[in-house]
């Protein structure tokens, strides 16, 4: 009862304070049914409103708006109260005419369209306002369907080991290229992986949504940076379609705090897709964390999505175009494409047409991705390609079944962000039981399927021991934060290797002690493809201790470590890895350490990891062995 009369008298106080801006004479009347109407309706309860304000419930108690930006509310308490941002947008729909594009009804579609529909607002009876933009946008647009698109990660980018979704608006046209995309992205341009990380996680970046022509995205993601991208069309109709535009288009250019592990590109767009449908309560089905896999997920399993489409990148692509010659024929296209080479002189080195056919292909698509990378200007591209081309037509048509990149695992089909592990296993002879716990995202040895290959990116991945002979339990490790990139090196890709891993760690003393010590390791390094299929890496890294048990406090080591990851099957994945450390800062050991792991999947959610482990440290030698269940969630 006292709520009630506490509402009623904001309303009253509403209604006064919207009654003293100017508006024209014949449609105060207006404004103020508009009003009361709403008001008995309660309509700032109903789920599109709270949608379109993006209103979540707050931990203290309360709602309050996932987004930030004063610029976004047209109350100066709307972030947190639904019903003053109502009145508010009612009221500044009638407002007097502003400058082309802004006025609130221009810069509200959506709001407009539900409380028009919502109090069948006569249009007549509203000022006059210029949107030629925003009008010249939806014509340009000229939206039918929607598509969610899931590039995926990048491994040699710390900004996308995650990988991203964004949303294709599709138009009348036959081309999928000439259509419109929403995305929504950090302003972020570190790239440093530890700074990023810390800035992501901390909601010290703005996140910001944007309409852009979708070929830029597909050249931006596609070319650039070598990400294959997953499309899922939306289940919408034409009407549902124009809500989620209208949302994006009111949403361009207003920021929100933007965070690493849940109010991220994948979790903001979610709201597009209610705004469209509100009956799906995709953003309510979030947990604490929140990547681009788990929104997939959950729209899947709102039935929201038609099965994925493949696109593979030009990278894909020029990998497989390569993998059909040999050296001789690679180098053959690398040096038609950097204008070394004449394109009819390929006959030296292949002698048949098709093999001919396939060193011009693949010198057309350097050619192309050169002119992407900005390593050579439209004049030079044109005639460069040009060339290629009038060769490669003199040779006939081939197999395009032979350029087919064959789609791996879709994002879906992947675990999920978050393990625990238990077990045991044995340590100096001692027998232990173990409780691993990684709360995000991948590692090295998780199972690859709908992940990057040779990529890893862990954050506060911790484990605890509790050894039956002493008792105790004991901290193992508790790493904050452990990412590493393997991208393999070949003739015409050179990306460069890279590790950097924070957190403390159990380590063998000189005097053969255990002692637990915070550990900043960072290292530089190549990765090779292997003849089976997999990666050969090796880094050369610096480690930087800190401990009570070291001799200075303080320790620094130069060293090394060499790996390969394989693939053996489908279900059993092995790394086998070696790494020699010389302390010369703070303390005086020589560690040396070989592992043999292996994980085996049992199913979609579940493996086993087993792992051999021998070191020696200053003539302390030291053998590990566990056996772990690992349950992803």
Partial sequence: MIMSLLRHALCTLLL??????????ADLAYRDQLLKEAAAKRLWEERPWQILLHYKKAFAGGTVSRISDANFFLSPTGRTDPAAELYATIAAFFRPEAPDGEHPLCRFPARLAWLSAELSIDPSRLPGAACSEQQEQIRTIDARSAVLVFPVGHINSPASMFGHTLIRIDSSSKSNLISYAINYAADATDANGFLYAIKGLTGLYKGYYSLMPYYQKVKEYS???????????????KEEVDKLLLHALELQRVASDYYFLDENCSYNLLFLIEAARPSLHLSDRTGLLVHPTNTIEIAQASGILEPAVYRPSQGARIVKVASLLEDEGQQAAVEVAQG??????????????????????????????????????????????????????????????????????????????????????????????????????????DPDQGYLKGAQIKFFDTRVDYVPETGRSRLRTL???????????DRIFKPYSWKIATGWDTEVMEDGRDSLIFRLNSGGGV????????????FAELDVDGGRHLRGTVAAAPGISLGILEQIREWWKVNLEGSAFCYVVGDDRITLKATLAQNFRLAQQQSVSLSFSYGDVSGHSLSEHSLLWNYYF
Avoid at 16 to 25: D, E, G, K, M, N
Avoid at 223 to 237: N, V
Avoid at 479 to 489: E, G, K, M, N, Y
Avoid at 527 to 538: K, T
Wanted: charge should be positive; aromatic fraction near 8%.
């Fill in 340 to 445: 070394k080479r004449a394109p009819t002189s390929i006959g030296a080195v292949a002698p048949t047409a098709q093999g001919q056919r396939e060193v011009l292909d693949l010198a057309a698509e350097l050619v192309q991705l050169r002119l992407a990378r900005k390593e050579l200007e439209q004049d030079a591209y044109n005639k460069l390609y040009l060339k290629v081309l009038a060769q490669r037509s003199a040779l006939g048509t081939g197999s395009e079944a032979d350029y087919a990149v064959a789609p791996p695992a879709p994002p879906d089909a992947g675990h999920h962000t978050s393990k625990v592990g238990l077990g045991g296993g044995v340590r100096r002879g001692d027998w232990f039981a173990a409780v691993h716990m990684q709360p995000e995202f991948h590692s090295l040895l």
């Fill in 479 to 489: 790493h904050l934060l452990d990412i590493l990139s393997t991208a393999p090196r």
């Fill in 527 to 538: 990765s090779r493809r292997s003849p089976w299929g997999g990666i050969v890496y090796g």
């Fill in 223 to 237: 070319d650039l940076e070598h990400r294959d991208m997953w499309e899922y069309r939306l289940k919408l109709s």
């Fill in 16 to 25: 006064l304070a919207f009654s003293c801006l100017p508006a024209p004479a």
